[in-house]
């Protein structure tokens, strides 16, 4: 996954508990992920952040 890259921890236990968005995320690019990365940053809440996993990897 990301080297130095540190994950939001609300996007890091949705992946967790989705393990096909965890595969996805896991083989897409270096410079996609970071940009999925960035996205996550701006969440709020787990409603938003599972929505966001959901649309973006399911």
Partial sequence: ???NEELPIGFTMELAMHADALNKFSR???AQQEAYID???DIENREQMRNYVE???L
Avoid: E, H, S, V
Wanted: charged letters at 25%; aromatic letters at 8%; proline letters at 8%.
């Fill in 55 to 57: 649309q973006m990897f």
């Fill in 39 to 41: 996205g996550a940053k």
């Fill in 1 to 3: 996954m990301m080297d």
């Fill in 28 to 30: 897409l690019p270096k």
